[in-house]
């Protein structure tokens, strides 16, 4: 069995060393021995390179005589949920569908980020009743991190 926190400092060291923004998204190591590493970057996208950096230091330092393993390193996929509060600070500007725990699901803009609160604009069509007619009208939703249960960024190729 392969030690989680053996691979997260050697995750860890490879990060410090490149210092340039490079974070986990997650880790996850099955009962095979697959280990699949997910990065991403505070700014900008994560490159081969660092790919390569980080899954050469976990391949160097762990005995393949003693444990077999199977290694994968990847950037985190943009048509994925996000995982990691930096995903969010990173796409400020962005358009999102969020599920949140409680409520309904809805999609807007990510507009500010305050601590560990999300402020979302949303525009919606709504009938005014003295103009007898629909206007569009834009709306504040403010949503703390860990009070969403899913959010995915929306792909747009306009």
Known sequence: MLDRKLIESLIAERIAELDNG????????SPKNVINVELDKLKGGVSVSD?????????????REQT????????AGLDQPIRHINQFAKNVGRSFKVQP???EKFEAELVKM???N???KQRIQRRDEEKKKKVWVE?????PYDQIKEAK????FK
Not at 139 to 143: A, G, K, Q, S, Y
């Open 22 to 29: 490079l974070y986990v998204v997650d880790l996850r190591i």
């Open 51 to 63: 790919c390569m950096a980080v899954s050469r230091n976990i391949e160097h330092n762990l005995d």
């Open 68 to 75: 077999d393993f199977e290694l994968h390193v990847s950037s």
């Open 101 to 103: 725990l409680e409520g």
């Open 114 to 116: 305050a601590d560990d």
């Open 118 to 120: 999300l402020v979302f």
């Open 139 to 143: 709306e504040f939703i403010e949503l």
């Open 153 to 156: 960024i929306v792909i747009s």
